[in-house]
């Protein structure tokens, strides 16, 4: 504290630090609004004397383009924000299966550079080394590159059992939807509680004994019996929607076309060794000492990771990894490049087909805009319970 | 009284300055490409016949060719322009901004560009239609062949849409895969991603001519599923530049028709009775005048690029590398579309 600091009650005077304080925020807060209101102004002005047609009307007009791929159906017919809808799910659906894969590998990289193992090691250090430091538009291009050029055409595509893979992606079986797996979905719920109750009773005798129970086994063992049972009751429905290969391409089934699964993969592995380093950052953070103390009690090198150095690690981890996920969320707009009709893709083509170009763009960045802050609202919830409670 | 008088002769006096001055004023795109001494020229990032730069960064194409005959009728050389690659999207919006003075890219013409976008349809340079191509080993033989199938298209341009209305009119239940990038578009058909390709069958020859490696190896299927009447664009407002990138398309279709070439356009200058060259050639009437220009911009055109037809024939026809049939770009006279508007 230096010793000019103002007296704690404020003498409202112009020359009071306090007043000219808020007198230069209100004045910055002017400034912006008047440079944003001119700019807006002027660009409008500018659209009508050059008679462009501006305005968000055109939203509700008939798309009349189709998309590749969606979640649910659409058709050229649907109006144009239920296309921008299927270019943010498409967005979404990438980001979020991004966010979980680069997690897992992620933070097994981070832990592997502590391994004892030397190879472990290396191959931890040198995959981070590699894919940090390529351009993450040049990993999605050579993911496609690859997945298209190098496999074969869907007439002669690699087939295991009933998956496919071939220059039309991945084909795979999937369930035709019948009564019975409401009963499997009841199951799993059922086995969600049962999981519940078991982690209570385990705490519990962990207290009591200072015997540790399995915590991961056990509740995946709950989870499929209990989903096995429900399907069992349900009748045991096993019909499927079986991939068969057509002429020129793999019907029927599931599929995950190549733009997906380029866009997937160069994400999560790009994303993953920026996470593997803020995971081994935040295990590096905790004290060596921490690590010593949970041996000398007797925990074997996996419990120690899992129940002392990780707890820890997680309070510095949680800030940085939000930034990894939100530049997951970003750089998925790097699809377009790849024919991924995520929600630029859809934009691109909505702006070209309406020449509505501000008002597309600004929506794409209000798209943008709120995931991100979503994002960041979640992890700092998160981050809130994972912090040091301080009493 | 006197007053009155001296007011009066001023309204007159600026009535007649007004009026005397009125053939020789110039629209203000004119006056910045005067002052400049270029014409900025928005083209095709890369199709070969029409837009397209070669290794030592010289533009060829017929798209580029309007471009400097434009150059040519006014500022007199047709090496000053600046070439400023576009891709679909950022077409419109460069043209709008005044980033370029034309926009001479394959676009096509339609009502929606032309009654939102700002933006003035000149005069079209090519009569085109959307067509697809596909591997001949596929043994498919007609679009509606393509059933359910992956259909590779770059994003952002009329294309798109006549996929869509073509496949539901036909009930083919088509699956785009939309690029932004033609170069993207393209590698896509070519490594296998998507059954097919499409774009206007000029595109595709262009294609097929300069990106496959085996160009006998690809078909373009006989359906042609849209109109693709394309040619340049300008901004709306000024009505002076419009005209001029209009009339000089106009001039050079004309002086296909009376048989004016960049090979004889000096000496009938001199020797042409025909009145109809003679006023093409600015050696009768002074139509350049009435355009702000000088009465040589037509025979300065003809001098940089050839009339329409050679233009045609260097570029994209039957002895060029794409090859392209002169079809309904012929002259109205020889069974064709291309009818220009009397230069007089």
Redesign the interface.
């Known amino acids: 504290m230096s010793s000019d600091t103002p007296p704690s009650h404020h003498h409202w005077s112009w020359r009071s630090q306090a007043f000219r304080g808020i007198v230069y925020q209100v004045l910055a807060v002017v400034a912006i609004v008047a440079v944003v209101w001119f700019l807006a102004h002027n660009t409008l002005v500018n659209m009508r004397v050059r008679g462009i047609q501006s305005g968000f009307d055109f939203l509700s007009q008939a798309a009349g383009f189709d998309i590749g791929e969606s979640l649910y159906p659409f058709d050229s017919e649907q109006p144009y924000w239920q296309a921008f809808l299927v270019g943010v799910t498409n967005t979404l659906r990438v980001a979020i299966v991004g966010i979980i894969l680069s997690t897992v590998l992620g933070t097994l990289l981070g832990i592997g550079r502590f391994s004892r193992n030397a190879l472990v090691r290396g191959v931890c250090l040198s995959y981070v080394e590699a894919f940090r430091n390529i351009p993450v538009l040049l990993q999605l291009l050579m993911w496609y590159v690859i997945l298209t050029e190098v496999l074969p055409s869907a007439d002669v595509a690699w087939q295991v059992g009933d998956f496919f893979l071939s220059k039309g992606g991945l084909n795979y079986p999937i369930p035709v939807w019948a009564a019975g797996q409401l009963w499997a979905a009841f199951g799993l719920l059922a086995g969600v509680a049962l999981v519940l109750l078991y982690r209570r009773w385990a705490k519990r005798q962990f207290e009591a004994t200072g015997q540790l129970r399995s915590a991961f086994w056990v509740p995946v063992l709950i989870l499929v019996a209990c989903s096995l049972a429900g399907w069992a009751l349900g009748g045991a429905p096993t019909e499927l929607n079986r991939p068969v290969k057509g002429d020129f391409a793999i019907e029927n089934g599931g599929a995950l076309t190549p733009e997906f699964l380029a866009v997937l993969i160069g994400l999560t592995l790009y994303t993953a060794s920026f996470i593997a380093e803020v995971v081994r950052g935040g295990i590096a953070s905790v004290p060596r000492g921490q690590g010593e103390a949970a041996s000398a009690l007797g925990l074997s090198q996996q419990q120690e990771m899992r129940l002392v150095m990780l707890p820890q690690a997680l309070r510095v981890i949680i800030p940085p990894l939000t930034n990894q996920y939100l530049n997951l969320t970003k750089n998925s707009s790097l699809a377009v490049a790849i024919g991924y009709p995520d929600v630029v893709s859809i934009a691109n083509t909505a702006l070209n087909q309406t020449g509505r170009a501000v008002e597309c763009i600004s929506l794409v960045m209000l798209v943008y805009l709120i995931t991100s802050l979503g994002t960041s609202l979640l992890m700092g919830w998160y981050n809130s319970r994972a912090a040091i409670k301080e009493r | 009284m006197r007053i009155s008088t001296v007011k009066t002769l001023a309204v007159i006096a600026t009535a007649i300055g007004t009026l005397t001055a009125l053939p020789a004023h110039a629209g203000k795109t004119l006056d910045s490409i005067k002052s400049r001494g270029q014409v900025i020229c928005g083209v095709n990032t890369g199709l070969a016949g029409f837009g397209a730069a070669d290794s030592a960064g010289k533009w060829t194409g017929l798209d580029v060719d309007v471009c400097r005959a434009v150059a040519a009728a006014v500022l007199g050389d047709a090496e000053k322009v600046k070439y400023v690659p576009l891709n679909?999207?950022q077409r419109?919006?460069a043209l709008?901004s005044g980033e370029v003075d034309v926009l001479s890219r394959n676009t096509t013409f339609t009502l929606?560009?032309d009654?939102?976008?700002?933006l003035n349809l000149t005069a079209v340079t090519y009569y085109d239609g959307q067509g697809f191509m596909v591997p001949v080993k596929?043994k498919i033989k007609s679009a509606t062949q393509l059933k359910?199938?992956?259909v590779?298209v770059q994003?952002?341009?009329t294309t798109?849409?006549n996929?869509?209305?073509y496949?539901?009119a036909k009930g083919l239940g088509?699956?785009?895969?939309?690029?932004?990038?033609l170069e993207?578009?393209e590698n896509?058909y070519f490594?296998?991603?998507c059954?097919a390709y499409t774009t206007d069958a000029s595109g595709l020859a262009s294609t097929r001519n300069k990106v496959a490696k085996v160009p006998a190896d690809h078909i373009i299927l006989p359906e042609l599923i849209s109109k693709e009447p394309l040619g340049p664009m300008v901004?709306?407002?000024d009505d002076e530049w419009y005209a001029i990138v209009k009339w000089v398309i106009y001039g050079l279709l004309e002086a296909e028709e009376y048989g004016v070439t960049q090979a004889n356009v000096d000496s009938l200058k001199t020797s042409s009775t025909d009145p109809v060259v003679k006023r093409i050639l600015g050696t009768s009437e002074d139509t350049g005048k009435l355009l702000g220009l000088d009465k040589e911009w037509m025979a300065r055109a003809i001098k940089a690029t050839g009339n329409y037809g050679e233009i045609f024939e260097r570029n994209v026809g039957p002895k060029s590398a794409l090859g392209l049939p002169r079809g309904v770009n012929n002259q109205w006279n020889k069974g064709g579309l291309m009818y220009a508007y009397p230069v007089r």
Not at chain 2, 115 to 118: E, K, Q, T
Not at chain 2, 174 to 181: A, C, G, L
């Open positions: 679909a999207q419109f919006t709008q929606t560009r009654a939102s976008l700002g596929s359910g199938q992956t590779c994003s952002g341009t798109e849409k996929l869509t209305d496949s539901k088509i699956k785009p895969v939309v690029f932004e990038q993207a578009a896509a490594t296998g991603r059954i901004r709306r407002g």
